[in-house]
């Protein structure tokens, strides 16, 4: 289903996915070559980490969260994003603690250096939050857009597929409505994820995320 978002001529795809099909999204990602990246609980949080069955998400907990506070909670059974964020962030995909930037061989008797670029393999997130996409497009700025791009960032920035869920409750520590971050997901995401008791609304926010939904609909 095909709908207008409000001051826009530009259609936005929506529609609306059982949660008994979100198992087919994961999969779907898989077999389109993306490693698929989510909140996963570890350690009594919840980080970034690969998914590859509904099953790895925080389904049915939770979070408690108050200044110097942080555990996770039995939530509402078969909610599977309950847990609004966690500890972890996107920053790590994009940041290596530790590689190579040059490398220095000797040819026909003098120093020949070459810049050494990461072959990133293309990744999906699925459970980012209004806050993560605006403190990606601070990165995105400043290593994307300013006058000296950083190529190793761009390079793994590149083949990166965002899917947003829209926030249905806050934690004690949120403050996005006072940044304007949030709790709905405005830009930055190529598919938003709004989820109902029983189904998730989906609205596609570019064309890779039209195809997703292309070859999800039945």
Request: aromatic residues 6%; charged residues 20%; hydrophobic residues 45%.
């Amino acid at each position: 289903m095909a709908t207008t978002e409000k001051g826009s001529s530009e259609p936005k795809m929506t529609w609306r996915l059982a949660k008994s099909r979100f198992e087919d999204l994961i999969q779907h990602l898989w077999q389109r070559g993306f490693r698929v990246l989510g909140p996963v609980p570890r350690n009594g949080g919840v980080v970034f980490d690969e998914v590859r069955h509904v099953a790895d998400l925080p389904v049915g907990l939770r979070e408690e969260q108050q200044p110097g506070r942080y555990r996770l909670v039995a939530g509402v059974p078969g909610e599977i994003f309950g847990v609004v964020n966690g500890p972890g962030s996107l920053k790590p995909s994009f940041f290596a603690p530790e590689e190579p930037l040059l490398e220095v061989r000797k040819q026909h008797g003098r120093f020949v250096v070459a810049e050494v670029l990461p072959a990133p393999a293309p990744l999906a997130f699925i459970g980012v939050r209004a806050c993560d996409l605006a403190a990606l497009a601070v990165q995105d700025r400043i290593f994307l857009h300013d006058r000296v791009p950083d190529t190793h960032y761009a390079a793994r920035r590149e083949n990166v597929l965002l899917i947003a869920v829209n926030c249905t409750r806050a934690a004690a520590t949120c403050f996005c409505s006072s940044m304007g971050t949030g709790p709905e997901a405005t830009r930055g995401h190529d598919l938003a994820l709004t989820e109902l008791e029983d189904a998730f609304l989906i609205e596609s926010a570019s064309p890779a995320g039209d195809a997703i939904l292309t070859a999800l609909a039945p």
